[in-house]
């Protein structure tokens, strides 16, 4: 259970982030613990969904994104996440079972994903000060500097995402999986 109250339903969460919940709802069949906690407050809700709406039309295959989410759930130890995208990297992205724990290890089986997976854990184990050498072993594998945004902001909501699960206790709505050692 949260540390704080997680709406039931829908209709249960404040009246404004409503029609984002609905949305989600129709998107993906179901209303995740995560979105619903953060419904709490429609300010947080709006800026999680636009943000991860606007990515989602970014340059970045769904894979490379899955992967991405795979990696922050594992270096910042969030079991909420690691359950959630090992769900979501499986179904939808398609996803092998050594693949999504490579990815929630920091790394990849395809050499192109390895880069950004690899960039992005670089990024929150530096602090962000990963330097230029970083930049030219992402850009040597074929990424644009704007990939490389798109990189770092989905780092950025996944990060939001892992924070909220581990400080407010997200009761996991996912088949669980094994927590890595962050």
């Known amino acids: 259970m949260s540390y704080i109250p997680t709406p039931a339903t829908i209709e249960e969460a404040p009246e404004a982030s409503q029609p984002i919940l609905e949305t989600i709802?129709?998107?993906?069949?179901?209303?995740?613990?995560?979105?619903?906690?953060?419904?709490?407050?429609t300010t947080a809700l709006t800026g999680l969904t636009g943000f991860q709406a606007a990515l989602g039309k970014g340059k970045l295959?769904?894979?490379t994104r899955e992967?991405?989410?795979?990696?922050?759930?594992?270096?910042?130890?969030c079991d909420y996440c690691q359950a959630a995208h090992t769900y979501f990297g499986g179904k939808f992205a398609k996803l092998s079972d050594d693949e999504?724990?490579?990815?929630l290890e920091g790394t990849s089986q395809d050499p192109k994903?390895?880069?950004?997976?690899?960039?992005?854990?670089?990024?929150?184990?530096s602090r962000g000060s990963v330097g230029p050498a970083a930049l030219d072993q992402v850009r040597a594998a074929g990424y644009s500097d704007a990939e490389i945004l798109e990189i770092i902001?989905?780092?950025a909501v996944n990060t939001f995402t892992n924070y909220?699960?581990?400080?407010?206790?997200?009761?996991?709505?996912?088949?669980l999986?094994?927590?890595?050692a962050a």
Not at 25 to 41: A, C, D, E, M, Y
Not at 67 to 76: D, F, P, Q, Y
Not at 100 to 103: C, E, K, R, Y
Not at 113 to 125: D, E, G, I, W, Y
């Open 177 to 180: 999986v094994e927590r890595l």
């Open 153 to 155: 902001g989905h780092v």
């Open 61 to 63: 295959a769904p894979a």
């Open 67 to 77: 992967r991405i989410a795979l990696a922050m759930a594992g270096v910042n130890g």
């Open 164 to 175: 909220v699960n581990e400080a407010l206790g997200t009761e996991v709505d996912f088949p």
């Open 100 to 103: 999504i724990a490579a990815n």
């Open 113 to 125: 994903a390895a880069a950004a997976v690899a960039f992005a854990r670089a990024l929150v184990v």
């Open 25 to 41: 709802r129709k998107q993906i069949g179901t209303v995740p613990n995560i979105f619903r906690l953060v419904s709490t407050s």
